[in-house]
């Protein structure tokens, strides 16, 4: 299970991702430090993002939370896929992988199928 932040999300925090976020993409693989050309050519469906895709909010008095908006899009992979997949939020514009998570619904993906990004959050939280 793999999951990644890039350094300017950790270092700016959430807004970082509301203000720069413009692409979902769901991937068929991912390791961690995948660059964004990389994490691209496995993408097998993308929407585009805009800020109010994002909200952001306070989960507890100690929490922060940006929650992503639920999105459909069409996939374009070539043959069924397993559900080991991720979802990746880039910037197109700095070729960045801002964040990237497990895919949870395990909904098949083939191609042209629609594909139902379900509604995710990602939270930070105050140093321990």
């Known amino acids: ?3 990644y932040v890039h350094p300017d999300v950790l270092d ?26 990389v994490v691209e050519s496995r993408s097998v ?3 585009v993002m805009t800020g109010g895709d994002f909200t952001l909010q ?24 397993t559900p080991d997949l ?4 880039m910037d197109s514009i700095g070729s960045r992988v801002l964040c990237v998570a497990n895919e949870t619904s ?13 509604s995710w959050i990602v939270r930070a939280k105050q140093p321990v």
């Open 106 to 118: 395990d909904q098949p993906v083939s191609i042209s199928n629609p594909v139902d990004f379900p």
């Open 45 to 47: 469906c993308d929407v």
């Open 58 to 81: 306070t989960f507890e008095t100690d929490e922060r939370e940006v929650e992503v908006a639920a999105k459909s899009g069409t996939a374009k992979a070539t043959s069924p896929l």
């Open 12 to 37: 700016k925090g959430l807004e970082e991702i509301v203000n720069n976020c413009d692409l979902m993409v769901l991937i068929d693989s991912y390791t961690p430090g995948d660059s964004y050309a």
């Open 86 to 89: 991720h979802i990746a939020l």
């Open 1 to 3: 299970m793999s999951k």
